[in-house]
């Protein structure tokens, strides 16, 4: 199972995550179709606009890094900065300490 089914299946279906991607970009076109061409055409790649969105429509479960590590190289890139602190007290160190 990719990270993109397991984001599918905590939205309740790829037509509730079109329509939770939908509120976090208005101004997209985005559609259940989409979402399933991500997970069959693409292998479950997400293209590099969707990734933040993606994320943030699964409440941050899933990291950027987890649905693509070639864009998002560290564990804690591209998250909020109140999730990575929250992520850097999981492992005993503020974010901020990780080495660059």
């Known amino acids: ?7 599918i299946n905590r939205a309740n ?7 939770k991607l939908k509120a976090i970009k208005p101004e997209s076109k985005i559609r259940q179709g989409h979402i399933n061409n991500w997970l069959r055409r693409g292998k479950g790649i997400v293209p ?4 933040l969105p993606v994320c943030q429509a ?6 950027p890094h987890e649905l693509r590590s ?13 999730v990575r602190s929250e ?4 492992f005993g160190r503020r974010s901020e300490d990780r080495p660059h």
């Open 70 to 82: 070639d864009l998002y190289p560290h564990p804690t890139d591209g998250l909020p900065s109140e």
């Open 87 to 90: 992520i850097g007290r999981q």
């Open 13 to 19: 279906g790829q037509t509730a995550l079109a329509e």
């Open 48 to 51: 590099p606009e969707w990734v």
């Open 58 to 63: 699964d409440d941050w479960q899933a990291t």
């Open 1 to 7: 199972m990719t990270i993109l089914s397991e984001i």
